[in-house]
């Protein structure tokens, strides 16, 4: 019997009980439709966190302060710790390979421009570097400049979204608003960014860091901090080494905080260590979702290997002509497991498809992306052969271990 | 209708105090006894005997659906008794055709698809897709079902189904044909046409054998062998008789009315 016959055979045998044969392999389409759309899933939770990565800006160091030293009761303000501001300044004339130096600080402020009025608004208090460090774009206008910090002078950068709730589709520029109460002219609008690493920029307003200081009912922590920074953010060059440029900073900081570098008052972080965290959460997530997507599998594996069971008790007297007639147990064998194969193989195509369709249509109905990997495709289906041949694999044993004369007289 | 294959008298079968045990230790049943026999080419062969005689086991040895416990068993000239599975099942192919009282016809299958399944099976002299549909049309149109071909077993009647059954028992041209009571399941007119077309088979050279109950069908063979107790109790030749349907139409009816037992 040659593979044609054998294929033409088992089909026309599975076509024979068609309801059957599709309720067998739904449980395989099931599987393999759930494979793939699973890994299309987190694949693209992963995509998404990438691109949030990267939007925060590329070669980016963190560099946070850390107060673990101080013991407790002794307040903040007791503590030798932390960044300052003026560590801002000394990374950027000092440490080589710096593109920028940037700090935050942050307020909320209520906007008022004629009738409009905009409730708590975050002000981000920064430095010139801010637009290379976190990669952001001014559509007219200008950023804050050096001139603008050291003079303290009440202007402010609107974010592209509350430029158009402000002004609408008229040019800010040279226009005034207030916040809380301090009159601040606008000096420019930045281009649309969107949310990236949790932060949407266009809902923001930006101001010199030394007004916010000065102006704005800063954080609690800025106000017991002083001129203390959470966060400095270094933006390092292309062609500079990220490792090198950390240390530099890491030797500066300590030498002008007075520590040792073995218990430093400041933490560096590049956006890799950060990716890793990410990686590491999502490669649970994928693991987990594999897990269920292949029990899913081995239960429609499981419903094969029933309704093969069953074929084989029904079709005894089959078999037994068919081995009266000279089918070895070779023979028998590898109809039964052809069948199974089939099923699986039929299934897990319609598996595919389904997978793929429902994926894209995951996609689009939900906020979750999903990325169809290529490699899912050949992994399920794949797995639903492999689980075809072995679930198949017993009851195609069983019949071709049937005795022929018990078999031909089985009712 | 002279048989020309009886002259050469070829040994077909050739069976050396074969012995069937079934079961283990307590509960063993000796169904075949030491039969020692010897089946020539050509001849038309009736196995007898009641129930329990071991008759049926005998066919079971004979058509290399079962291993002797002891003794030989010689297939034209093969030695087939340890023979493996897979050889048996090689042996049945290639050199056996068999007809059986039920039909075993596969059901989902036309009667010209149930002719070529032992031809899917062929290790040897393989032919193509179409030579075995020719060949299997042409044995259908031997039995006289040229235009049921493509009919399913339940489109057709007992005795066309059995024909068919005959049909594929011949498309791999076996040195021996067996039937287990081939008539078991038809009416008298069926039972007559069918014993018609194994007659018919035998006058053209075809070793048959066939086992019944009836007396009176096996009357219609050359040779009966009478099995007893797992034992070959007569061999006994039969003198040629013409066969026409009256006769056997008689024969079918005494046989219904109780055969041997």
Not at chain 1, 153 to 174: M, Y
Request: charged share 20%; aromatic share 6%; with cysteine.
């Amino acid at each position: 019997m040659n593979l044609g016959e054998m294929i033409k055979s088992a089909t026309k045998s599975l076509a024979s009980n068609k309801l059957r044969s599709v309720l067998t392999m739904l449980g395989v389409i099931i599987g393999v439709a759930a494979v793939i759309m699973m890994i299309s899933i987190s694949a693209g939770t992963e995509a998404t966190i990438a691109d949030r990565i990267n939007a925060l800006g590329s070669n980016l160091l963190f560099i946070n302060a850390s107060f673990s030293r101080a013991g407790p009761g002794e307040g903040p303000l007791n503590q030798k710790g932390g960044l300052v501001y003026d560590d801002v300044a000394a990374i950027r004339n000092q440490i080589s390979g710096v593109a920028g130096v940037s700090v935050e600080q942050q307020a909320s402020v209520t906007i008022k421009v004629g009738d409009t009025t905009l409730e708590d608004v975050t002000v981000v208090g920064t430095t010139p570097d801010y637009t290379t460090v976190r990669n952001v774009q001014v559509a007219s206008g200008r950023f804050v400049s050096e001139q603008d910090n050291e003079r303290v002078q009440k202007v402010v950068v609107l974010g592209s979204t509350v430029a158009t709730e402000l002004f609408g589709n008229a040019d800010p520029v040279g226009q005034t608003i207030y916040a809380n109460n301090t009159q601040l002219v606008v000096i420019g609008v930045l281009a649309p960014k969107g949310l990236a690493g949790g932060t949407n920029f266009d809902n923001l307003i930006y101001t010199p860091i030394n007004l916010v200081f000065k102006k704005f009912s800063p954080s609690m922590f800025a106000r017991f901090m002083g001129d203390r920074v959470r966060t400095i953010f270094v933006s390092v060059d292309k062609d500079a080494d990220m490792d090198s440029v950390s240390q530099q900073i890491s030797i500066l900081l300590a030498n002008r905080h007075n520590v040792t570098l073995d218990s430093p008052d400041f933490s560096i972080s590049t956006q890799e260590d950060i990716i890793q965290t990410q990686e590491s959460t999502t490669e649970t997530f994928r693991t987990l979702l594999a897990w269920v997507a292949g029990v899913s599998l081995i239960v429609g594996g499981i419903g094969i290997m029933n309704i093969m069971l069953v074929s084989v008790t029904e079709r005894t007297r089959e078999i037994g002509l068919r081995q009266a007639i000279g089918a070895t147990p070779g023979d028998i064998q590898v109809q039964f497991l052809s069948e199974a194969l089939i099923l699986s193989l039929i299934g897990g195509l319609i598996g595919v498809l389904a997978g793929v369709g429902g994926s894209q249509l995951f996609g689009q109905l939900s906020d979750m992306r999903t990325v169809i990997m290529p490699y899912s495709i050949g992994l399920s289906f794949t797995s639903a052969a492999i689980i075809g041949i072995f679930f198949g694999f017993i009851p195609a044993q069983k019949a071709a271990q049937l005795d022929p004369i018990v078999a031909l007289r089985h009712e | 209708m002279e048989n020309v294959s009886l002259t050469d008298k070829e040994t077909i079968i050739e069976t050396i105090d074969l012995v069937k045990i079934y079961g283990s230790s307590d509960a063993q049943v000796t169904a075949v006894n030491g039969i020692s026999l010897k089946i020539f080419s050509g001849e038309f062969v009736a196995i007898m005997g009641p129930s329990g005689s071991g008759k049926s086991t005998l066919l079971n040895l004979l058509a290399c659906l079962d291993r002797p416990s002891a003794g030989k068993y010689i297939l034209a000239g093969e030695d087939v008794s340890e023979y493996s599975r897979k050889e048996l099942a090689l042996i049945r192919n290639r050199e056996l055709g068999f007809v059986f009282q039920s039909y075993n016809l596969l059901p989902r299958a036309t009667a010209l698809e149930n002719v070529i399944l032992p031809m899917i099976y062929r290790r040897e002299n393989q032919v193509s897709m179409a030579k075995r549909k020719e060949i299997a049309v042409n044995a259908l149109e031997n039995v006289g079902l040229a235009n049921r071909m493509h009919h399913y077993p339940n489109q057709l009647s007992g005795g066309q189904q059995q024909r068919v059954a005959i049909a594929r028992a011949l498309v791999n041209d076996p040195i021996l044909v067996l039937a287990d009571e081939p008539t078991g399941n038809l009416d008298t007119k069926s039972s007559v046409e069918i014993l018609e077309l194994l007659h018919n088979l035998h006058g053209r050279g075809r070793t048959i054998v066939i086992v019944t109950h009836e007396l009176d069908i096996a009357h219609y063979t050359e040779r009966i062998l009478m099995i007893r107790d797992g034992k070959l109790s007569s061999d006994v030749k039969n003198g040629k008789r013409p066969i026409s349907p009256t006769n056997v139409q008689m024969a079918v009816s005494i046989g219904d009315q109780g055969g041997i037992q």
